[in-house]
């Protein structure tokens, strides 16, 4: 196990390596923002670009961008965005906003999502179930900027029952119940489509797991049926739901553009498209690295995390 | 059975086969079309000479609303939006959006102030970080820094105030302004604003050359290369053309960015994978001569790939322009004369450049050449700064300091103490404001929610809102000094070489009914905010006499050029009894004229041979998004379209395809694009360079001109001035009117500068109603914007005026402090 998960980072690691180069060599391919503004010197802007070193070869960009994290953490500075600022203080910065909100979200949701789906399972076929399930449809079809009006306008605006927009840091702490407060309308928007997500993959799973041969098995054994869904049924559907749960756990990190603009969240939600719009080069680098690293990681863990939650499931085993 | 039908079904294929390429071959469009003589008279210009020193400013500035206590106990806080896009930067050397903007004139205060006047009509100067006005002192330098014997305006004495300290109290002297201007310009920081007192209307003496201190800069090409080349210039190639910055030459030695056009060394393009494939090895001279010269594959690029290069003088800091007198009084030394002094050195000295040392000094970050970090100044290539990117890195000197600070959320600003205005009695009936809040919001409708909640004190309004808030009696409207337009590529080839039909464009009387087929009106009424239908290119926002603040497009001269252009006659004899009513009667919109004129096109293109008469004709629009509005925007001008078309040959066959593409002002610049929005302006003070800035500059995509194709310097307009009729093209005529140097008219006419205001309007007119008669664009509307004003505050005026608005934050006043206010949303009973 501890070979196959030295091998997988490593991996990982080639992975990144290649992606960055890819993304590097491509982004540095496209030609720079026009420069075009009526009255102003055009040529400072093209000196400070070569003083950024924008003009060199892309291979010797490359490998001073190399330079500078491995000697410094460097991830340099931005010029078409947040310009003069340290790409990754501006990201340290903004990144926990995203983080905390989403992560409210996903832990809220998922046990409501889980109980959701196992009710829906075990009345399967009767009204609750059908009730759950055209909920369900509902709040996967439609998008969570919708919610994010609707829950504004009702919550916020018509009701008054929490601020329209978050708090800033200087009313209240990151931490604190008046900053939760500010967050649950857009914790609320983005959790709905994670509660019908569940819900419906939990029921779908449990169903099935429910008319296995085994399930009948423990119940002639004597188990009673709570005992049944919980120690057989619950824990192979997991097998499918867990990896689930971890994905949504890597979408946080991304953030959500329409979200955070509609409850003015200060995240990195639009970040990453931002620097490939402006074409901010460090911007794009760093938040390459930053998902496809998360991203890589998670996949490591998803596929360790089945060996926990089914011993049979084993990885790296040659036998 | 089975052999019939296949024999039937392969006779008909090729029948179809057949008809199809008689169909292809019957119609070949011609290789160019010829849109004939291109000269206008432009009518009748009389000259005045400009009177002595311009006029005289207003310096009694508005009291503040009688009976209004400025300095209770109570507290008042003005909370505003921001978008806040990406950041920002309110560093005075580096900031670049108008939120920065707002950000520094809170914290900071200029040399001079601009404030409401007495009447609250227009506007009154006061010397704020200077202690008095400026004064000429430019005798006193001839001989030094190319001052000659007997000119004037081009050195200016200012006292500074001597009460002006920073926000921890410590005394802003001459020292600070001249440490300030060498960061500003230090050739290490390359800072964004440099070019402010170089680039500018106010150019200090070899402020540039200490910039840039002997370094090569280059400039695209504004003219035909091999024109240059005649003329001995070098050009350059920028070789990021063929992706080979960098690559290698036989010797190993790697392409520089830009290469003379001449150099034919030759360097490896290793995107040719065999290395003795045809143009595995490219110099700049082969590319140029195979694919940007006259007649090769991609000449309309040339304009984009090909530069002068020149190389700045070098100065040092003694040789620049600013130059401390005492501890109190400092002098400017510029290369050009300033015209109209008594208003434009004020105008030009409206902010200031002070940096704080020891904070900018803590703030800076130094590189060698690879980017590696160093120690210290004298051993760095490059030095960057986050100097006034948060509070702690901030220093105020002017009326609010920066309490508080959160990355893309909010800005809070309290009182500056220390600043000399809360203290010198020379500004009671200012600043009610203690506590000014900018939260960053960037979708309108939570800010709208937001304002209706009473929490943000103003808010923009969006065309959907306008059907709630029209009438509201706290709206109020911003004019801005845009014009939206629609934009036509008139490049017979380029459009050609679409396939589309539509190179029918380059038809005058297609362009021109079209633009008879827009109501303007009515477009702006349905799609827009607040736009108001505009027919003009310069809106009613430039002031052409600063000192009386009387605008372009209301001057005679400007309404007689529009008139004139639609058809209209007002006089004796004429439709309109004078030129006001023919102005007012006048809205752009005749669809029978369109209808008739396209008639006309349509037999024009036909015996042109660049249409057949019988084929689909598409013409692409390119648009920026598609949202709701661009859509319906899209939807009227296809529906007008083809309304226009009716009776015509056109009937059925003309229609408008929309595509979304957010870099279309790029695309068009390159000739890319049939159609286009484009909205320009320039400054509403300084209208006579509007022309040459914005529509006249470069026809081929180098400049900012949209209407590709539409070369001003093919165009002979003709203007009578004082009987004599002098022609020039269109593209000098709009330099000259721009204040450039056009020899052939400085000779006849000497300089703008030498003729009155209304003089000049003549001129701007002249050029202006020439553009448009080409129909190669069509002014829409006149860009305004709509917002509401909370039930707390008052602005000090409802006539918005160019340069203090509505009289600004000094002069903006409370019906409510902020318990008192809080109590009232509270009850429920605010609504707009």
């Known amino acids: 196990m501890t070979k196959y998960v030295i091998k997988r980072i490593l991996l990982m690691f080639l992975t990144l390596f290649v992606i960055m180069t890819m993304c590097f060599v491509l982004i540095k391919l496209l030609p720079l923002p026009a420069v075009r503004e009526m009255g102003r010197d055009v040529n400072l802007i093209m000196a400070k670009r070569e003083q950024m070193g924008y003009n060199k070869p892309i291979m010797v960009q490359y490998f001073l961008f190399w330079k500078s994290i491995v000697t410094a953490w460097d991830w340099g500075v931005g010029e078409q965005m947040y310009e003069g600022l340290s790409v990754w203080n501006v990201l340290i910065n903004k990144l926990p906003y995203t983080v905390l909100v989403n992560l409210y979200s996903i832990l809220i949701a998922i046990p409501l999502g889980l109980m959701l789906g196992i009710y829906a399972a075990l009345k399967k076929n009767r009204w609750q179930d059908h009730l759950i399930s055209t909920l369900v449809v509902v709040f996967i079809s439609v998008p969570s900027y919708v919610y994010a009006f609707l829950v504004q306008y009702l919550f916020c605006f018509r009701l008054g029952w929490f601020p329209l927009t978050l708090e800033s840091l200087d009313n209240a702490s990151l931490f604190s119940a008046k900053m939760f407060r500010s967050m649950f309308p857009a914790i609320m928007s983005l959790g709905f489509g994670v509660v019908a997500g569940l819900t419906r993959y939990t029921r779908a799973e449990l169903s099935e797991v429910l008319t296995g041969d085994y399930m009948l098995l423990a119940r002639t054994k004597g188990l009673t049926k709570a005992q049944a869904i919980s120690r057989h049924a619950l824990r192979n559907a997991m097998v499918v739901i867990l990896p689930m749960i971890i994905g949504e756990f890597i979408g946080i990190l991304g953030g959500s553009l329409i979200i955070e603009n509609i409850f003015a969240i200060p995240g990195i939600g639009n970040l990453y498209i931002s620097s490939i719009n402006v074409r901010d080069y460090n911007f794009f680098m760093a938040l390459t690295v930053f998902y496809t690293f998360i991203g890589l990681a998670s996949g490591i863990i998803i596929d360790i995390s089945y060996g926990f939650i089914d011993p049979r499931i084993r990885m790296g085993s040659k036998k | ?832």
């Open chain 2, 1 to 832: 059975m089975r052999k019939v039908v296949s024999i039937i079904l392969a006779l008909t294929m090729a029948l179809s086969c057949v008809s199809a390429l008689a169909e292809t071959a019957a119609f070949t469009p011609a290789d160019s079309y010829d849109v004939g003589e291109r000269a206008f008279n432009a009518g009748e210009v009389v000259l005045t000479p400009a009177g002595e020193g311009g006029g005289t400013i207003n310096t009694v500035r508005y009291a503040g609303e009688e009976g209004k206590d400025y300095t209770d106990e109570k507290v008042y806080t003005l909370v505003d939006t921001l978008g806040g896009t990406n950041g920002m930067d309110w560093n005075p050397h580096t900031w670049e959006t108008n939120d920065d903007n707002t950000v520094l004139s809170m914290m900071t205060i200029g040399f001079y102030g601009f404030y409401l006047n007495e009447n609250k009509d227009g506007y009154a100067i006061l010397p704020e970080m200077a202690a008095d006005y400026p004064v000429d002192v430019t005798s006193e330098y001839v001989g030094q820094f190319g001052v000659a014997e007997g000119e004037t305006a081009k050195a200016w004495r200012i006292a500074l105030n001597p009460d002006a300290c920073w926000e921890n109290g410590e005394k802003i002297t001459a020292d600070d302004y001249i440490y300030s201007m060498q960061q500003q310009l230090n050739p290490k920081m390359l800072n964004r604003r440099a070019d402010s007192y170089y680039a500018g209307d106010m150019v200090l003496v070899n402020a540039k050359n200490y910039l840039y201190a002997g370094k090569t800069t280059y400039d695209l090409i504004t003219e035909a290369p091999a024109d240059l080349l005649a003329a001995g210039e070098k050009v350059y190639l920028d070789m990021d053309f063929w992706g080979c910055v960098g690559a290698l030459d036989a010797e190993g030695n790697a392409a520089e960015k830009y290469i003379s056009i001449n150099d034919d060394t030759m360097y490896r393009d290793t995107s040719v994978k065999d290395e003795t494939a045809d143009e595995a090895w490219v110099s700049a001279k082969y590319l140029y001569d195979n694919y940007l010269a006259a007649g090769a594959p991609y000449e309309a690029y040339a304009s984009q790939y090909l530069y002068t290069a020149s190389i700045a003088e070098g100065a040092t800091w003694d040789e620049v322009g600013l130059k401390k007198i005492d501890d109190y009084t400092i002098d400017l030394i510029l290369e050009r004369p300033v015209q109209e002094a008594t208003f434009y050195m004020p105008y030009n000295l409206s902010g200031t450049w002070l940096v704080y040392k020891p904070l900018y000094e803590a703030c800076k970050t130094f590189y060698d050449a690879d980017g590696k970090a160093v120690d210290n100044e004298e051993a760095a290539a490059t030095v960057s700064t986050d100097y006034c990117t948060t509070v702690e890195k901030s220093v105020s000197y002017g009326p609010y300091k920066i309490s508080y600070f959160e990355m893309d959320k909010q800005i809070k600003f309290d009182r500056n103490e220390n600043w000399y205005g809360y203290h010198d009695g020379k500004h009671l009936g200012m600043y009610q404001t203690d506590i000014y809040q900018i939260n960053i919001i960037k979708e309108q409708a939570t800010e709208l929610m937001a304002f209706l909640a009473g929490e943000i004190d103003s808010v923009g309004l969006t065309a959907a809102d306008m059907a709630t808030y029209a009438s509201s009696q706290y709206i109020k409207y911003t004019p801005q000094s845009y014009t939206t337009k629609v934009s036509f590529n008139t490049d017979y080839e380029k459009l050609l070489s679409r396939g589309t039909g539509s190179q029918i464009l380059v038809v005058d009387e297609f362009r021109k009914a079209f633009a008879l087929a827009l109501d303007r009106a009515e477009f702006a009424a349905s799609y827009t905010a607040a736009g108001a239908a505009g027919l003009g290119l310069l809106n009613y926002m430039y002031v052409y006499n600063p000192f009386t603040g009387e605008t372009y497009r209301d001057s005679d001269y400007a309404k007689a050029g529009l008139v004139e252009l639609y058809g209209l006659t007002w006089g004796e004899g004429g439709d309109y009894a004078t030129l006001d009513e023919a102005y007012d009667a006048m809205t752009g919109y005749d669809m029978d004229a369109a209808k008739e004129l396209m008639k006309v096109a349509y037999d024009k293109a036909v015996a042109a041979q660049i249409y057949d008469g019988t084929s689909p004709i598409e013409i692409e629009f390119r648009v920026y998004s598609n949202d709701t509005t661009y859509v319906q925007m899209f939807t009227y001008f296809d529906t007008q379209l083809q309304k226009a078309c009716e009776g015509s040959g056109f009937e059925g066959k003309v229609s408008l395809k929309m595509t979304v593409d957010p870099d279309y002002y790029e695309t068009n610049y390159s000739g890319g694009a049939d159609v286009i929005f484009t909205t320009w302006g320039g400054s509403a003070m300084a209208p006579f360079g509007v022309m040459n800035q914005c529509y006249t500059d470069a026809y081929d995509g180098s400049g900012n001109q949209m209407e590709y194709g539409f070369n001003t310097e093919e165009i002979a307009l003709t203007i009578v001035v004082n009987g004599e009729e002098i022609t020039a093209s269109l593209h000098d005529w709009s330099d000259w009117v721009g204040s450039t140097d056009v020899p052939a008219l400085d000779e006849k006419l000497g300089v703008m500068g030498d003729y009155s205001y209304e003089t000049r309007c003549g001129f701007l007119a002249a050029i202006e109603k020439c553009f448009l008669s080409y129909y190669t664009t069509t002014p829409m509307y006149y860009r305004q914007s709509a917002s509401l004003i909370s039930q707390k505050i008052n602005y000090a005026t409802d006539r918005y005026d160019n340069i203090v608005g509505f009289g600004g934050m000094e002069f903006t006043t409370y019906n409510y402090d902020d318990a008192a206010w809080a109590e009232y949303v509270a009850s429920g009973e605010l609504k707009y």
